[in-house]
C-alpha cells in the first residue's frame, strides 16, 4: 500500500487543478444561457443593439471558454496517471459517463461554439439562434455527464463488486443516471454557476453605468442579468434545501460533518449557525444554534433524528468487523474455494468489504487486525469536521449576500430605476467574487466531505493512488499551479482588458470610445 504521504501528494494535487478548472467552468456555464436571451431577444425584436450585447458578452464568453477547456483537460489524464488503481477498480462505471460527455456533449458544445463565433454573416438569424443554443445545451450537458460520473463515488448505485475481476461493474446504467445524488447535484450546481454569470454581467454593467458611457447597452444588460440572476439564485437556495435532504439520506456521514453534529440529539436537532468544532474532544464550543432547524431540512420532519458522528462512528466500526469477514471469504474465493456456502457468505457482507480495507493503513493482514487498529480505523471514517463546516457556512454567507445582490438589482429593474443609485452600482461590482467563492466552498464540501472514501463505503482514497515517486508529485505540483496562475492571469488580462472597452472593442462605431476618439 503506498504510503499517506504519497496520496496527500496525489490530492493535493488533483485538488489544485480542480478548484483552478472549477475557476472557469461556472462562468461558461452560466454566460451560455445569459447568450441564449440577449440573442432571443434580438430575434424577436429585431433590435441591432441585443445583437451588439450577444457578441459582445459572448467575446468574454469565448475567452473564458477556452482557459475552461484548458484546464479541464489535465484532469482526464490524471485519473489515469495519478490515480491508476481507482480508474482500473472503478473505470468500468465511472469512465460511461466521462466517455459519453467527452463524445456527446463537449463535441456538441466545441463544434457550435465555433459556429456562434464563426457563423453571424454566414447563416440566417434563427439558426444562428439555434447554434447559440445548442452551445448552452452542450455545456450544460458536459456538466451533466461529469456530476453523475462524481455522483456515483459519492453514492455509488448501479453497480456492484465482482470478485472474479476484482473491479467495480455496472449492474444498472440506469440506476447510475438516474442516482438522486447526480440529480441534485446537478440542478444545483448549474443554477449556482448561472449566478455565477448573471453576477459577472451585473458587475460589469453597473461599471459602465457608474462611469456613464454606453447607457443604452449597460441598462439592457443589467436587466437581463438580474432577472436571470434573481431566477437562479432562488433555484440555487431551493435545491440547496433538496440537497441537504438527500444527504440525510445517503451521505449521513458528511451532513453530521457539515453540521457538527458529535452526538444524535432528540429530535428535531437544532441548526449549528456558528461554533469552534474540536475535533478531539467531539465537542462544539461557542456554539449558536437555531432550533429545531436542522431536523426540518435533513428529514422534513419534526420527529427523526440526525444521527450524530459518535453513533455514526459506531455504526462503521461494526461494518469494518463485518469487512473482515468478507476480506478472509475473499480470500478464500481466491484461493479456489468457490463453493455455494462461501459465494453465498461473501455476497451476503461484500457492501462491507471496503470498511475491512480501511485496515490496510495500520495492518499488513485486515484479518488479523486488533481491537485498537479497529477503532483508529473507524475513527478514520468521521473526516476532519472543522474545514467543512466552515466551508459550508461560508457557501451559504455568498448565497444569501447573493440573493439581496439580486433582489434589489431585480426591484430597480421593475421600477425603470437602473443606474439611479450609486451605492448599487458599486456593490453590484464588488460582489463579482461572491460567486466564485460560493462554488468553490462547495465543491470544496462535497469532496473533502466524502473523505476517507475515493468511492463512498467501497474504495478507501489510500488505495487509489498511483506509485508515482514524490519527486514526480512534487515537479507537478509545483508546475500545475504556476502554468495555471499563468493562464488565470492572462483570463483576468484579456477579461479586464475587453470589459473596460465595452461594446466598442466590436469596433461597430456606435460605441463610447468610438464617438469621443
Given at each position: ?116 463565433f464563426f457563423g453571424w454573416d454566414r447563416m440566417s438569424k434563427r439558426a444562428h439562434l439555434a447554434c447559440t443554443w445548442l452551445t448552452a445545451i452542450g455545456t450544460n450537458l458536459s456538466a451533466l455527464w461529469i456530476l453523475v460520473g462524481n455522483a456515483w463515488m459519492q453514492n455509488p448505485v448501479g453497480s456492484e463488486f465482482n470478485w472474479q475481476t476484482m473491479r467495480m461493474e455496472v449492474t444498472s446504467f440506469s440506476e447510475v443516471i438516474l ?47 438580474a432577472t436571470f440572476g434573481m431566477v437562479s439564485v432562488i433555484s440555487v437556495i431551493m435545491l440547496g434545501d433538496e440537497s441537504g435532504y438527500t444527504l440525510g439520506d445517503v451521505q449521513q456521514t458528511k451532513l453530521a460533518a ?260
Amino acid at each position: 500500500m503506498l504510503s499517506e504521504h504519497l496520496v496527500d501528494l496525489s490530492r493535493l494535487q488533483f485538488a489544485a487543478v480542480a478548484l483552478f478548472h472549477f475557476l472557469f467552468v461556472p462562468l461558461t456555464l452560466g454566460m451560455s444561457f445569459m447568450l441564449v436571451i440577449m440573442e432571443s431577444i434580438y430575434v424577436l425584436t429585431n433590435k441591432p443593439i441585443y445583437k451588439d450585447m450577444t457578441q459582445f458578452w459572448g467575446k468574454l464568453f469565448g475567452i473564458n471558454f477556452a482557459m475552461g477547456v484548458a484546464t479541464g483537460l489535465t484532469m482526464e489524464f490524471e485519473f489515469g496517471m495519478n490515480w491508476a488503481y481507482y480508474s482500473h477498480y472503478a473505470g468500468s462505471v465511472f469512465g460511461a459517463p466521462l466517455a459519453i460527455e467527452g463524445m456527446m456533449a463537449f463535441f456538441l458544445e466545441s463544434t457550435f461554439v465555433g459556429m456562434f463565433f464563426f457563423g453571424w454573416d454566414r447563416m440566417s438569424k434563427r439558426a444562428h439562434l439555434a447554434c447559440t443554443w445548442l452551445t448552452a445545451i452542450g455545456t450544460n450537458l458536459s456538466a451533466l455527464w461529469i456530476l453523475v460520473g462524481n455522483a456515483w463515488m459519492q453514492n455509488p448505485v448501479g453497480s456492484e463488486f465482482n470478485w472474479q475481476t476484482m473491479r467495480m461493474e455496472v449492474t444498472s446504467f440506469s440506476e447510475v443516471i438516474l442516482n438522486p445524488v447526480a440529480q441534485v447535484k446537478f440542478l444545483h450546481t448549474v443554477a449556482a454557476c448561472y449566478c455565477v454569470g448573471a453576477l459577472f454581467v451585473l458587475g460589469v454593467s453597473s461599471y459602465y453605468l457608474l462611469r456613464k458611457r454606453d447607457l443604452a447597452f449597460a441598462k439592457r444588460s443589467f436587466a437581463i442579468a438580474a432577472t436571470f440572476g434573481m431566477v437562479s439564485v432562488i433555484s440555487v437556495i431551493m435545491l440547496g434545501d433538496e440537497s441537504g435532504y438527500t444527504l440525510g439520506d445517503v451521505q449521513q456521514t458528511k451532513l453530521a460533518a457539515i453540521e457538527a453534529e458529535w452526538h444524535t440529539e432528540p429530535a428535531p436537532a437544532a441548526f449549528t449557525l456558528a461554533a469552534l468544532p474540536d475535533q478531539q474532544a467531539m465537542t462544539d464550543n461557542y456554539a449558536i444554534r437555531i432550533p429545531y432547524l436542522l431536523g426540518i431540512i435533513a428529514t422534513r420532519s419534526l420527529d427523526k433524528q440526525v444521527t450524530g458522528l459518535t453513533e455514526l462512528m459506531q455504526e462503521h466500526e461494526q461494518r469494518i468487523r463485518s469487512g473482515i469477514a468478507a476480506y478472509a471469504l475473499l480470500k478464500k474465493l481466491r484461493a479456489g474455494d468457490d463453493s455455494m456456502q462461501t459465494l453465498t457468505e461473501f455476497n451476503r457482507i461484500k457492501d462491507d468489504l471496503g470498511y475491512g480495507l480501511l485496515l490496510k493503513k495500520y495492518t499488513a493482514e485486515v484479518t488479523d487486525a486488533s481491537e485498537s487498529q479497529i477503532k483508529a480505523a473507524a475513527r478514520d471514517t468521521i473526516p476532519r469536521v472543522a474545514p467543512i463546516f466552515w466551508s459550508f457556512r461560508i457557501m451559504v454567507g455568498c448565497g444569501i449576500a447573493m440573493f439581496i445582490i439580486f433582489a434589489l438589482a431585480f426591484y430597480v429593474t421593475l421600477k425603470r430605476k437602473i443606474g439611479q443609485h450609486s451605492w448599487l452600482l458599486k456593490t453590484c461590482l464588488l460582489a463579482m467574487p461572491l460567486p466564485w467563492i460560493a462554488a468553490e466552498c462547495g465543491w470544496f464540501v462535497a469532496e473533502y466531505g466524502r473523505q476517507p472514501w475515493s468511492i463512498s463505503g467501497v474504495l478507501p482514497t489510500i488505495f487509489s493512488a498511483s506509485s508515482l515517486s514524490p519527486g514526480d508529485l512534487w515537479f507537478s505540483l509545483i508546475t500545475i499551479p504556476l502554468v495555471y496562475s499563468l493562464l488565470f492571469m492572462v483570463e483576468i488580462y484579456l477579461m479586464c482588458r475587453f470589459a473596460r472597452r465595452g461594446p466598442s472593442s466590436m469596433h461597430t462605431g456606435r460605441y463610447h470610445f468610438e464617438q469621443t476618439a
